[in-house]
C-alpha cells in the first residue's frame, strides 16, 4: 500500500482555520491564535491529555440530534431517528442518544453490550448486521431489543427458532436492497443489486421471502428496512428508494395482505470533510424523504407508516475531530513535504482505505495562513500510512499541535493497536470544560490478553 502520487500543481489556499466553513466543530473559534472547541484550548489539551486524542463537541452533536429530531417531527409526525453507533460509540454518546430522546442502532454483540450497560432502553435498539451469529441473536432477542433487521433466510430461521426457545414473539424488520445506485465510495455503497446485506429485488427473490417472514412463527414482520450507501451528496437517490420501498409495500398490501406499518429508509447523508463541500442540510434531507413517502404513499394507495432514518456520521462526523503532536519535518524536492504526527492508520483508517480527504489546521497558529501543501504521515510501518495527503497547512515546526477536521466518524471505532500503538483517548467539550469520556490504552492493556 502506498500513497497516491503527489500533485504538484496543488497550490496553498492561504485560508485561516475560520475560513474552513461547514467543516469546523459548531463551537470552534480562535482566541490569541490558539483553537478553541466548546470554550477549550486545544493547544492546552492536547499538552494535559497526550496525542493522538479524539475530541467531541458535545453541544455540536446534540444540536445535530436535536435538528434531526424536530426536523423530521415537524413533516413527519409518526418519525423516529435512529442513530447508527457503528459511526462512534462509547458509553457517553448512548447516554446523551438516549438523553435526546433518539432510537439506537447496534450491529454485533460488543454494541449491545454497551448499550445494556449504560441502560439504554432496549425496545428503542434496533439490531443490524448480515451475520448476526446465534449467540448475538439468543442476547439480542433475550435482551428485549425493540427490532432486528433480517439480512436473509438463513437468519430468518435463527430468529424464529431462538424466540420460540425463549417463549417470546420477536419484530423483525426484512432488509431490502432496492437497486439504487448512490453517487458514492464503491465500498460504502450498500443498496446496488451486488450487495452482501439484505434481500435483493432481481427475479422476485425480496417478494417472495416476505412471505417467508409472514408464516415463519415467533417472529412478527413490523417493517421493511433499506440503506443505499453512506456519504451521500445527491437527494435524488432517497427519493428513488422510497419509491421502490413503498411500491413494494402496496404489492405486500395487495398480494398477501398485509400492511406494512414501519419503514426505515437508512441514513447515509453526506457532510463537508473539505471546505469546499456542499453537502445537503438535515432540513433537506428531512424534506425529500418525508415528503417522498407521502407522495408514493398517496400514489400507490398505502397507509402513511412510521419513518425512521438511521444517520450516523452525519451526527459525529463534524463534531469530531483529532489531535497529533508533530514530530518529524521531511521535505522530498520535487516530490512531497512530510509532517509526521504521532498517530496515523491507527487511529484513521479511512485515509488508507479510501484516499478519504481532511482539512487540517495547526491549533497553535489558528490565526495564521495555510501556506504551505503537506502530507501529514503516520508513525506506522506502512508507505500508505497518511491521515491528510497534499493539503495546506501553515509552516510546521517540531511539537506543533496539528487538529484533523471532520474525524467524529469512522475513526475511534475503526481503530487498531497496530505496531503496538495503544488506541487515543476520548474527550468530551462543553462550555470551557473537557471531560475523558474513554481513557486512552495503556500497555498493560495491549499485553492483558495474551497467556
Not at 475530541?55 to 423516529?80: G, I, K, Q
Not at 435526546?100 to 439490531?127: I, K, T, Y
Request: some cysteine; charged content about 25%; hydrophobic content about 40%.
Amino acid at each position: 500500500m502506498a500513497l497516491p502520487a503527489s500533485d504538484l500543481t496543488k497550490q496553498p489556499d492561504n485560508r485561516t482555520t475560520m475560513e474552513l466553513g461547514a467543516v469546523l466543530p459548531r463551537t470552534a473559534e480562535v482566541r490569541d491564535g490558539h483553537l478553541y472547541i466548546g470554550g477549550v484550548d486545544m493547544v492546552a489539551l492536547a499538552r494535559e491529555q497526550g496525542t493522538a486524542l479524539y475530541v467531541y463537541d458535545e453541544a455540536d452533536l446534540r444540536w445535530r440530534m436535536e435538528a434531526y429530531r424536530n426536523e423530521f417531527r415537524a413533516r413527519y409526525e409518526n418519525s423516529d431517528v435512529i442513530y447508527a453507533s457503528k459511526a462512534f460509540m462509547n458509553k457517553e454518546v448512548v447516554r446523551i442518544v438516549a438523553d435526546e430522546g433518539l432510537c439506537l442502532d447496534v450491529s454485533g454483540g460488543g454494541e449491545l453490550a454497551c448499550a445494556q450497560a449504560v441502560g439504554f432502553p432496549m425496545e428503542r435498539v434496533f439490531v443490524h448486521g448480515n451475520n448476526k451469529t446465534p449467540v448475538e441473536l439468543r442476547e439480542a432477542i433475550g435482551a428485549g431489543v425493540g427490532r432486528i433487521v433480517v439480512d436473509s433466510r438463513i437468519e430468518l430461521a435463527r430468529i424464529s427458532q431462538i424466540a420460540g426457545e425463549l417463549g417470546v414473539v420477536q419484530d423483525i424488520y426484512m432488509r431490502i436492497t432496492p437497486g439504487v445506485e448512490a453517487d458514492t465510495h464503491e465500498y460504502i455503497r450498500t443498496g446496488c443489486e451486488d450487495s452482501k446485506f439484505g434481500f435483493n429485488m432481481r427475479d422476485d427473490w425480496a417478494f417472495n421471502c416476505v412471505k417467508d417472514a409472514l408464516a415463519a412463527p415467533n417472529v412478527r414482520l413490523a417493517g421493511l428496512h433499506c440503506h443505499i450507501g453512506s456519504q451521500i451528496f445527491a437527494l435524488h437517490s432517497f427519493r428513488e428508494a422510497a419509491q421502490v420501498m413503498v411500491e413494494l409495500m402496496a404489492r405486500i398490501r395487495r398480494e398477501y395482505g398485509c400492511t406494512i406499518d414501519e419503514l426505515d429508509l437508512g441514513g447515509g447523508l453526506g457532510i463537508a470533510y473539505l471546505a469546499d463541500d456542499k453537502p445537503s442540510a438535515i432540513a433537506d434531507f428531512a424534506e425529500t424523504t418525508c415528503t417522498a413517502v407521502k407522495d408514493f404513499c398517496a400514489e400507490y394507495d398505502v397507509p402513511l407508516p412510521r419513518l425512521l432514518v438511521e444517520p450516523g456520521r452525519s451526527l459525529v462526523a463534524n463534531a469530531g475531530v483529532t489531535l497529533y503532536t508533530v514530530g518529524i519535518l521531511k521535505t522530498l524536492p520535487g516530490i512531497r513535504k512530510y509532517v509526521a504526527v504521532d498517530g496515523g492508520m491507527s487511529d484513521n483508517i479511512r485515509t488508507a482505505l479510501y484516499h478519504a480527504d481532511y482539512e487540517p489546521t495547526i491549533a497553535n497558529k489558528a490565526d495564521q495562513p495555510r501556506c504551505e501543501i503537506v502530507t501529514l504521515c503516520g508513525k506506522h510501518c506502512e508507505s500508505g500510512d497518511a491521515v491528510v495527503v497534499d493539503m495546506p497547512l501553515q509552516k510546521a515546526d517540531l511539537g506543533d499541535i496539528v487538529c484533523v477536521f471532520g474525524t467524529g466518524a469512522y475513526c475511534s471505532t475503526m481503530a487498531s493497536n497496530y505496531n503496538g500503538q495503544p488506541r487515543p483517548a476520548v474527550v468530551f467539550v462543553r462550555d470551557g470544560a473537557a471531560r475523558v469520556t474513554t481513557r486512552r490504552e495503556t500497555y498493560d492493556d495491549l499485553l492483558a490478553r495474551d497467556l
